[in-house]
Nanobody, 121 residues
Framework: QAQLVESGGGLVQAGGSLRISCVAS????????MGWFRQAPGKEREFVSA????????YYADSVKGRFTISRDNAKNTVYLQMNSLKPEDSAVYYC??????????????WGNGALVTVSS
């Protein structure tokens, strides 16, 4: 069945950059909107960014606008999140998700297992 696998997480110092990726299989990737969510310890999962199936529309949480960029390569069944100017408050487990359309709630159809991103101060 559908599977989403994140990669690229790790430890980075404040002000640094990191790019995480999500490879999808078992679904028609080009037909799905893709999104990124994150969850820090003791906090609820929150929306970070999303991109439409065509890649023509992108969405960002206010907290990451101007710093993060979402993109997708349908030929590679991959969605990316480029994270620049990272802050300690960006530290979280980042989850990749797929859905029939972009929504800002967490009710997305498919989810990856997450990638840990830690930003040190």
């Amino acid at each position: 069945q559908a599977q989403l696998v994140e990669s690229g997480g790790g430890l980075v110092q404040a002000g640094g950059s990191l790019r995480i990726s999500c490879v999808a299989s078992g679904l028609t990737f080009s037909s799905y909107a893709m999104g990124w969510f994150r969850q820090a310890p003791g906090k609820e999962r929150e929306f970070v960014s999303a991109i439409s199936w065509s890649g023509t529309s992108t969405y960002y949480a206010d907290s990451v606008k101007g710093r993060f960029t979402i993109s997708r390569d349908n030929a590679k069944n991959t969605v990316y999140l480029q994270m620049n100017s990272l802050k300690p408050e960006d530290s979280a487990v980042y989850y990749c998700a797929a859905h029939t359309m972009v929504i800002r709630t967490t009710a997305w159809r498919y989810w990856g297992n997450g990638a840990l991103v830690t930003v040190s101060s």
